[in-house]
């Protein structure tokens, strides 16, 4: 396992009972770093329905770490199976057609199997007793142990001192993949244009210059917060370590991440005569699978400073997490102080 740990860490929560699902964080991330042709594929960010396969498919199948911490090999995601080719639309059928007819609807061209988004709001369980789904923004993870760092054998991976970033450095990457294998969260992609890997950066040019990552500052239901894990007045720290209601994706993989999830809350799922019963419609071994047991704790939390909010009583983590105002769900300034309050670049 490396060694290397950053003397400070920034790191982001998402509140997951936010998530609209708009992909709004998506298409800042795509506009501002994935438009090259080797990079169609490429999702630094994107927003899974879960239960589901995400994005690349099955990739919490194909990644991680033994039970020693050495680095397991994975599996390269396949291109076909697991990310999907893009494809395009008979745009230029539709617009020949005659619309008084409608005859002729837009769709994909050839036959494609899948691709990002394929299952989006597919969901699990049985309409209406206890169907169910939810949203999973990911992006790099900038694990304080990471296991793309471990396995590259030319050195071309770093994790940054200053804020615990983790970095390609493309001009010594040759793309040998075994990166990509590494990753449980199969967050590093090949580009065959370039023959060199890219991953999320965290927006560091922004971030150096006071300003939030583009997924963060965009996101319309303020469900994002950033800083650094030792910024005791912050918001992460109070989430993470102060409330700890926000946990890591995958704990069990022992890779320390960075990025951490406050849990979906679930509604009621539904008897057979329609009445609700105790039970909740999200199975807590979804969470749990996805979260490690400490998601029963958070969950409880949540719903405690919940019932404290509905009678009127003060709740310093309900304020927090409704975010009245986003400019304070960005502290990383010098101190800890909040980034300087723009528009929403």
Avoid at 104 to 128: Q, S
Avoid at 260 to 286: L, Q
Avoid at 295 to 304: D, P, Y
Wanted: aromatic share 10%; with cysteine; glycine share 8%.
């Amino acid at each position: 396992m490396s060694k290397q740990q950053a003397s400070r860490q920034v790191a982001m929560v998402m509140d997951l009972n936010k998530c609209l699902g708009c992909q709004t964080c998506t298409v800042a991330c795509k506009k501002l770093w994935n438009r090259e042709s080797g990079a169609d594929y490429a999702y630094w960010n994107n927003v899974e329905t879960m239960p589901g396969k995400g994005y690349p498919g099955r990739w919490q199948e194909t990644g991680g770490r033994h039970v020693d911490a050495s680095v397991k090999r994975g599996e390269l995601p396949s291109l076909e199976r697991d990310y999907g080719r893009a494809w395009k639309f008979n745009h230029q059928d539709v617009v020949r057609s005659n619309s008084k007819r409608g005859d002729t609807w837009l769709r994909p061209e050839g036959d494609p199997k899948w691709g990002p988004n394929w299952d989006e709001d597919r969901g699990a369980g049985n309409y209406p007793e206890d169907n169910h789904y939810f949203y999973l923004p990911r992006i790099c993870n900038h694990c304080t142990h990471p296991a793309c760092l471990d396995a590259c054998p030319r050195a071309a991976i770093e994790k940054r001192d200053e804020d615990g970033i983790v970095l390609v450095d493309q001009d010594r990457c040759h793309g040998y993949r075994f990166c990509v294998e590494a990753c449980p969260y199969k967050k590093v992609f090949f580009d065959p244009e370039r023959q060199v890997a890219n991953k999320c950066i965290f927006c560091m040019p922004r971030v150096e210059q006071g300003v939030a990552p583009a997924c963060a500052r965009q996101c319309p239901g303020r469900m994002r917060f950033v800083g650094y894990l030792d910024d005791e007045d912050g918001p992460i720290h109070k989430l993470v370590y102060g409330w700890k209601v926000a946990l890591p994706l995958h704990p069990e993989y022992g890779l320390l991440p960075n990025v951490f999830y406050v849990p979906p809350m679930s509604p009621s799922a539904m008897d057979a005569n329609g009445k609700p019963t105790e039970a909740p419609r999200i199975p807590m071994e979804t969470l749990e699978g996805l979260f490690g047991p400490s998601v029963r704790e958070a969950l409880a939390t949540v719903e405690a400073e919940r019932a404290k909010r509905k009678r009127g009583e003060p709740s310093e983590l309900m304020d927090l997490l409704i975010a009245y105002d986003w400019n304070e769900n960005f502290q990383l300034g010098a101190g800890g102080s909040v980034w300087p309050r723009e528009g929403r670049a």
